[in-house]
C-alpha cells in the first residue's frame, strides 16, 4: 500500500502542551539523581533492571478495556478503562495509572509500528496528562490485577490539529529494588481527531459476511419431503442466542453494510425450519432446532430489508483452488457455474430481495490471471481483491480508489488490506478489541487525510469472523459511521466509482500467489472425485421417473465439495467427498439384477429368466436388460448371441423378464445379464451364471417317438371300442333283434377278428412309463409377457 508523506505539514504545538513537557523533563531530573545514588552492590537489582530492558514490556501489564468514545471531538469526555497486572516478584507501592498523549501519528507504516511495539517501556510516550486525572494504588501485590477508571475532559488533553495521536496509559510506581518512581507498564492505542467534518469524506463500503462451513450430506428421506440429513448440529449453535450468525446479524441490522451471503448457508437454515434429521454416528436423530431456524431467518429478512445483498455462488466455491488445480479436470467449471445459477432461486425466496450476483470474492482477495478467467466464466465481471495482492507499484503518495480496470470488461475492486484484516486473530479478550477498534479508526482516518481527492474505499473482512471479532467490527463501523470524516457506501456504487488513472491495474503473476494459500487450496484429485460422481450421477438419473429427487440433493452437495470452508480442513473434506460419492454408489445399488445358479436345458429351446430388483422408492425406467451368450454355437439368445429388452420396475419391486433361448449342441454355455441404460451405458454389476444343455442321443429320440407313437395307438384304440359299443346299443334296441345270437358269440369272433399289434399296443397304452424316458430338467416356463412387478420381499 502507498504511503503518505511522512509529514502532513507543520505547525507550533499549543504553549500548554510546551509548558507541561518541559515541565516534565524538569520533574524527570530528580530521578536521574536517583539513578546515581543506586547502590551498585544491588546485583539482584541490576539483573532485573536489564530482564526488563531486554524484554522492552516492564513488570506491570497495562490491559485497556474500554476507550470511549472511540473518536472524540469537542466538548467530549474521555473515559478509559481497564486492569493493571504485577507480573513482577516484588510488590508495587506508590503507583499511578495515568493517560500520556504522545506525538501526532502521520503515515499509515508508523501506526503499523506503534502497534507493534505499544507495551515497550523504553520508547518515550509523551507527558502524562497528571493533576486529578489519574488512579492511584497504594500498592499492587505480585500476580493480582487491579481496575482502573480514568475520564478527562479531551480539552484537557492538548490535541492540535487534526490527525491520529499515540494515546498511552501507563502505570507508573516504585519497587524495593528500585526505589524511585518510573513507568512499569505501558499500553498505547490511538486516538482519532477531526472534531469538525471533512471537506472531503471517504466512501467506505465495509463487506459484511455471512458464510459458514458446509453443514447439510447429500442424504435424504425415502419420504415425500425428502428429509434432509446435517452432519452435525454445528448451525444450531451459530445460530443460537450469542452464537456467531446470531451476533452477525444481530449486530449488522443497525449498521449500513453491504451484505455478502452464501446461499448454501440461507438454504441450510431454511431445511432447518422444517423436519430434518442430524446424523450421529452410524444413525441420524431427529433434529429439534425449526423455531430457532425461524427466528434468525425472520431478523435476517428484516436486517436486510432495503439493503444491498451480494450473493455468493452456492456454497462459497474456492475459486483459487479451482483455478490451480480444477480447470483440468473435465466438467469443472461447469460444477461453478451451477453454483451460480441457483443463486437466484434460493436467495430471493428466502430474503424477499434481489440479490447481486456479478462480484467474484477469492480467498483473501488475492488473484493472479488464473483466478480472473474462472471467477468470470460463470458471469462474475467483478472480482473482489486486495491490496495485498494487486499491490501499487506506481508509488502513489496515497491509497487509490478502489475500482480497478484490469481487461476484458472486468473490474478488479481492491479492499484495503489493512482495514480488511484488523480484527483478525484473538479478540475474545476486551483488551484486544479495542485495541484493534482504535487501530482500524486510525488507519481510516490517516487514510482520508492523504489527500484531498474524493476516494471509494472497500473493507472485506475474513470470510468467518468469530463472535468476539464481529463485535469489534460493529464497533469500529459504528465509530466510523457516526465520525466525521466518512460515509458509508454500496459495493456496487463503490465498483462503478471513478478508477485513478494512476493506480495500478495489472493483474499479479501466478508464481506471486501466496504459498501460504496455495498449500491449503482443493487438489487436484478432489475435482477428479467430483467429476467421477457426477459422471456416476448421470448415469442414474436418467433410469429414474422423479430426476428431481437425486440431481438436487447431490448437485447442491457436490457444490459444497468445492466450498472456501473446506480450506485447512483437508480431511473433512475428502471424508465428505467419499460420503456423498459412498451414498449415491449405494442408491444405485438398489437398482440391479438378482444373481442366478446354473441353469439346465433339456431340449432344443427354453425360456430363462432374469429378475430385476427395485429397492428404490419410485419406479425405474429408461432401463435395457441384455442376455448374451458367451458360446453363441452351442447356444443362442433369441436368434442370435444376445438379446434386449426393455426394462420398467415399479418402485419397491422386483421383475422378471424372459428370454427365449436353443440349443445347437451339448454342454455347458456362458451367459451373462447386464442391465443398460438407452443411451449404451452399463449400468450396475452383471450377472453371470451356466446354462448347461444335456446330451441329446438318437436313441433318446427313438424311445421319445415310440412312446408318442404308443400314445397315439391307444388312442384309436379308445376311438373304435367306443363307436363298436354305440353300434351295439343301437342294434339292440331295433326290431330285428332276433336276427342276431343272444350267447354274445358274435362279439367274441369280432374280437378275435382284431389284429394281434392293435392289441398290444392298446395293452401298452396303460403301461408304466420306463427309466429310459427322457424328463425334463426344468419346469416348462410360461411364456407369457412378464407383468408390472411384485412386491420385494423385505
Do not use: C
Amino acid at each position: 500500500m502507498a504511503e503518505a508523506a511522512d509529514f502532513q505539514g507543520t505547525s507550533a504545538s499549543p504553549a500548554r502542551r510546551w509548558l507541561r513537557r518541559t515541565a516534565a523533563l524538569l520533574a524527570g531530573a530528580p530521578l536521574l539523581a536517583a539513578l546515581v545514588q543506586v547502590p551498585t552492590g544491588s546485583a539482584h537489582a541490576d539483573a532485573q533492571a536489564s530482564t526488563q530492558a531486554d524484554a522492552g514490556s516492564g513488570p506491570v501489564s497495562v490491559a485497556v478495556d474500554s476507550l470511549s468514545p472511540s473518536a472524540p471531538t469537542d466538548g467530549d469526555t474521555l473515559t478509559v478503562s481497564g486492569t493493571v497486572t504485577n507480573n513482577g516478584k516484588q510488590a508495587v507501592t506508590d503507583a499511578h495509572v495515568g493517560l500520556r498523549v504522545g506525538p501526532q501519528v502521520t503515515t499509515r507504516s508508523r501506526i503499523d509500528s506503534v502497534a507493534q511495539d505499544s507495551d515497550d517501556v523504553r520508547t518515550p510516550a509523551g507527558p502524562e496528562v497528571g493533576g486529578k486525572y489519574v488512579e492511584k494504588f497504594a500498592k499492587l501485590t505480585p500476580g493480582v490485577a487491579e481496575p482502573f477508571t480514568i475520564s478527562v475532559p479531551v480539552d484537557q488533553l492538548d490535541l492540535g490539529r487534526d490527525g491520529v495521536y499515540q494515546l498511552a496509559v501507563s502505570l507508573s510506581g516504585q519497587t524495593s529494588a528500585q526505589p524511585w518512581e518510573q513507568i512499569l507498564g505501558i499500553q498505547r492505542t490511538f486516538l482519532p481527531w477531526q472534531p469538525g467534518e471533512a471537506g472531503t469524506k471517504t466512501r467506505t463500503t465495509y463487506l459484511w459476511p455471512l458464510v459458514s462451513t458446509v453443514h447439510m450430506t447429500a442424504e435424504t428421506g425415502a419420504n415425500d419431503q425428502q428429509t434432509p440429513v446435517f452432519l452435525n448440529d454445528d448451525l444450531a449453535e451459530e445460530i443460537s442466542p450469542g452464537g456467531r450468525l446470531d451476533q452477525m446479524v444481530s449486530l449488522g441490522k443497525d449498521l449500513d453494510v453491504t451484505w455478502v451471503i452464501d446461499p448454501g448457508l440461507l438454504a441450510a437454515v431454511d431445511a432447518m425450519t422444517r423436519s430434518y434429521k442430524v446424523r450421529s454416528g452410524s444413525s441420524t436423530t431427529s433434529g429439534t432446532h425449526q423455531a430457532l431456524a425461524k427466528q434468525w431467518l425472520a431478523e435476517l429478512q428484516q436486517a436486510v430489508a432495503g439493503k444491498e445483498v451480494v450473493a455468493l455462488p452456492f456454497a462459497d466455491p474456492d475459486l483459487a483452488s479451482l483455478a490451480h488445480n480444477g480447470t483440468n479436470v473435465t466438467g469443472s467449471l461447469s460444477q461453478l457455474k451451477t453454483a451460480t445459477d441457483v443463486v437466484a432461486n434460493t436467495v430471493e425466496p428466502i430474503l424477499h430481495v434481489r440479490p447481486v450476483t456479478d462480484f467474484a470474492w477469492p480467498v483473501d482477495g488475492a488473484i493472479d490471471p488464473s483466478i480472473v478467467k474462472v471467477a468470470t466464466s460463470a458471469g462474475a465481471d467483478k472480482v473482489i481483491a486486495r491490496s495485498d495482492s494487486l499491490q501499487e507499484t506506481g508509488g502513489l503518495p496515497y491509497t487509490p480508489s478502489a475500482p480497478r480496470p484490469i481487461g476484458g470488461g472486468t473490474t478488479a475492486v481492491v479492499a484495503d488490506a489493512r482495514l480488511s484484516t484488523a480484527f483478525e486473530g484473538d479478540l475474545t479478550k476486551a483488551s484486544a478489541s479495542t485495541l484493534a477498534t482504535q487501530r482500524f479508526l486510525a488507519q481510516s482516518l490517516t487514510l482520508g487525510l492523504q489527500t484531498g481527492k474524493q476516494r471509494s474505499i472497500v473493507v472485506a473482512p475474513q470470510r468467518m469472523p468469530s463472535a468476539s471479532q464481529a463485535q469489534a467490527m460493529a464497533q469500529a463501523v459504528t465509530a466510523l459511521q457516526s465520525g466525521t470524516w466518512s460515509q458509508a457506501q454500496d459495493l456496487t456504487a463503490a465498483a462503478a466509482a471513478k478508477p485513478d488513472p494512476a493506480a495500478t491495474t495489472k493483474v499479479p503473476s501466478a508464481s506471486s500467489y501466496p504459498s501460504s494459500l496455495r498449500k491449503q487450496e482443493l487438489p487436484r484429485s478432489a475435482f477428479q472425485q467430483i467429476a467421477r460422481t457426477q459422471d456416476k450421477l448421470d448415469n442414474f438419473k436418467v433410469i429414474l421417473a422423479d430426476q428431481s429427487r437425486v440431481v438436487t440433493p447431490f448437485g447442491r452437495a457436490m457444490n459444497r465439495e468445492m466450498s472456501t470452508s473446506w480450506r485447512g480442513r483437508a480431511m473433512e473434506a475428502s471424508s465428505f467427498r467419499s460420503g456423498v460419492e459412498s451414498y449415491l454408489d449405494d442408491l444405485t445399488d438398489q437398482v440391479k439384477l438378482i444373481d442366478k445358479s446354473e441353469t439346465k436345458l433339456s431340449g432344443r429351446s427354453a425360456t430363462i429368466p432374469v429378475t430385476v430388483q427395485n429397492n428404490l422408492v419410485q419406479p425405474v425406467d429408461h432401463l435395457v436388460l441384455r442376455l448374451s451368450s458367451t458360446n453363441p454355437t452351442r447356444l443362442k439368445i433369441g436368434d442370435s448371441a444376445y438379446e434386449e429388452q426393455r426394462v420398467s420396475v415399479s418402485g419397491g419391486h422386483s421383475q422378471s423378464v424372459k428370454f427365449t433361448t436353443s440349443a445347437n449342441a451339448n454342454g455347458r454355455a456362458t451367459v451373462v445379464a447386464q442391465l443398460y441404460t438407452e443411451d449404451g451405458q452399463k449400468y450396475g454389476e452383471a450377472v453371470t451364471f451356466d446354462v448347461k444343455v444335456t446330451e441329446i442321443t438318437a436313441t433318446v429320440m427313438l424311445v421319445i417317438g415310440g412312446g408318442v407313437l404308443l400314445l397315439v395307438l391307444a388312442g384309436f384304440r379308445m376311438y373304435t371300442q367306443r363307436k363298436r359299443a354305440a353300434a351295439r346299443e343301437a342294434d339292440e334296441d331295433g326290431p330285428d333283434e332276433a336276427d342276431g345270437p343272444d350267447d354274445g358269440t358274435e362279439n367274441q369272433e369280432g374280437s378275435e377278428d382284431r389284429p394281434k399289434g392293435e392289441s398290444e399296443a392298446a395293452s401298452g397304452a396303460d403301461a408304466p412309463e420306463q427309466p429310459s424316458d427322457p424328463a425334463p430338467d426344468t419346469a416348462a416356463e410360461n411364456a407369457d409377457p412378464s407383468g408390472t412387478g411384485e412386491r420385494v420381499d423385505r
